[in-house]
């Protein structure tokens, strides 16, 4: 599963009254209704010197049934707020990391900026082994460019099968996604009619990916018509 939890803030009671309503039981039932594995999560908050900054991937791994779970920072709003990607796992994870996407060098583009990484682990799952790779990639067209570059690189150098999800900030037919799209496959392609991940309400476009390497064998995916958070999850079934 790939979700974008924008920190757990409750999208419709937010767009409906305003505010930051966070809302940890909605995330974690709306996960728990697909029953995922393996989940890797977009947009969420870490402990902080806040009350609204709390370990949210613990919260999320506990209410969702997840025994195994990992934060991966991206950035550190004012130095104090980590915020960043996350995954869940029912089965242990190994051998994880936060890999840095280069900032930009020249910042020149009317959007938002924003420090990015990808986190890498290995997932043992009796006995196969698959990399998973989770990441939010920038508004920015040079940070797509960086952030692609970064996520080939690391495609090339496992030499276990792959799986890649995360908010990409890309439609399907950008031509900045190709290098992804040469190396894997994404499993959009097995849904049983086109479906759109944002707006969660009212969706116009796809921007939220689940990708695996071509050595794996898709079995189902689906973009469930579940409105919690600001975009809609991405969930696949895969045959090791």
């Known amino acids: ?22 809302n940890f039981d909605l995330m974690a039932d709306a996960i728990k209704s697909q029953e995922p594995d ?49 995954i869940l796992s029912k089965y242990p994870i190994g051998e994880f990391r936060v890999v840095r ?4 060098i020249v910042k020149d583009e009317d959007v938002y900026y924003e420090s990015r ?13 698959i990399h998973v790779l989770g990441t939010h990639i920038g508004l920015a067209n040079s940070e797509k460019i960086n952030a692609v570059n970064t996520l080939a690189e690391l495609i090339d150098s496992t030499d276990l099968p792959c799986v890649l999800l995360g908010d990409f900030n ?11 799209h040469e190396r894997m496959i994404d499993t959009a392609r097995y849904f049983e009619e086109p479906k759109l991940t944002f707006p969660s309400d009212e969706p116009r476009i796809k921007i939220d990916y689940i990708f695996v390497s071509k050595d794996l064998k898709v079995l189902n995916a689906d973009v469930p018509d579940i409105i919690a958070s600001d975009h809609k999850m991405v969930i696949c079934d895969v045959e090791l």
């Open 38 to 86: 393996i989940v890797v999560l977009n947009e969420v908050r870490n402990l902080g010197p806040c009350p609204s900054y709390k370990n949210q991937t613990k919260i999320l791994a506990k209410k969702a049934g997840f025994q195994y779970y990992k934060f991966g920072e991206a950035i550190r709003f004012g130095g104090l707020l980590p915020y960043g990607n996350a």
């Open 117 to 129: 990484s990808v986190i890498k682990c290995r997932i043992d799952i009796g006995k196969h082994r």
């Open 101 to 104: 996407i280069p900032d930009p």
């Open 170 to 180: 890309m439609t399907p037919e950008d031509d900045k996604l190709r290098p992804i």
């Open 1 to 22: 599963m790939s979700f974008n939890i924008q920190h757990c803030r409750d999208y419709v009671m937010a767009k409906e009254h305003g505010g930051d309503p966070i």
